[in-house]
């Protein structure tokens, strides 16, 4: 069974950083790209980054390109979202996805139940 | 970077037809995924690839795509099928994965 476990979410001031990690189990973590998504109060959808199966293309979206970094351990099956500079905007509940394919395309098949961040002074 | 435009809103009585539509610039050139989202938790796929309905999705569920508009179209509505549904793309233009913003279906 596949199962994804964020963790690391949380309340942080304004300006400050946050590590989000995401625990993977049920299938063999190198062989599939994974994503970040996020999810603002009583907004839609957004994706922010993603990361191939090796670990070595990612891709961000405009808003956080600079200030997020994506990576992975395949070793441990972890996925890991490092977010720096954070601002009120950023609050939202984020996401880990696993995607479709190794590399960049497709859909998600599988979600974790997502980990709330909260920027606030 | 590519934008994916759905009504805010849908209503439908229970046992007709629902019609969610996903707009982009020549969506039917691309492939389309939608997820249902119910209050509190994660997005589950329900279509994938404009018209493939994974493992779990109900029959009722399906999906097309062509021109500039693709479709989810939920047969014979339960009242569990109110959510949240969101269509996405994978924008090679880009290097992004694309999500609409969403629409609220009540049942």
């Known amino acids: 069974e596949v199962q994804l476990l964020e963790s690391g979410g949380g309340l942080v001031q304004p300006g400050g950083p946050l590590r989000l990690s995401c625990a993977a189990s049920?299938?063999?973590?190198?062989?599939?790209?994974m994503s970040w998504v996020r999810q603002a109060p009583g907004k839609g959808l957004e994706w922010v980054s993603g990361?191939?199966?090796?670990?070595?293309?990612?891709y961000y979206a405009d808003s956080v390109r600079g200030q997020f970094t994506i990576s992975r351990d395949n070793s441990r099956s972890t996925l890991y979202l490092q977010m720096n500079s954070l601002r009120a905007e950023d609050t939202a509940v984020y996401y880990c996805?696993?995607?479709?394919?190794?590399?960049?395309?497709?859909?998600?098949?599988?979600w974790g139940q997502g980990t709330q961040v909260t920027v606030s002074s | 970077s590519y934008v994916l435009t759905q009504p805010p809103s849908v209503s439908v009585a229970p046992g007709e037809t629902a019609r969610i539509t996903c707009g982009g610039n020549?969506?039917?050139?691309?492939?389309v995924h939608w997820y249902q989202q119910k209050p509190g938790q994660a997005p589950v796929l329900v279509i994938s690839?404009?018209?493939a309905r994974p493992s779990g999705s109900p029959e009722r569920f399906s999906g097309s795509n062509s021109g500039n508009t693709a479709t989810l179209t939920i047969s014979r509505v339960e009242a569990g099928d109110e959510a949240d549904y969101y269509c996405?793309?994978?924008?090679?233009?880009?290097?992004?994965?694309?999500f609409g913003g969403g629409t609220k279906l009540t049942v």
């Open positions: 996805a696993k995607g479709e394919y190794s590399s960049a395309s497709g859909y998600f098949d599988y």
């Open positions: 049920g299938f063999t973590f190198s062989s599939y790209v």
């Open positions: 990361i191939s199966g090796s670990g070595g293309d990612t």
């Open positions: 020549n969506i039917g050139r691309k492939i």
């Open positions: 690839d404009d018209s």
């Open positions: 996405q793309v994978w924008d090679s233009s880009s290097v992004h994965w694309v």
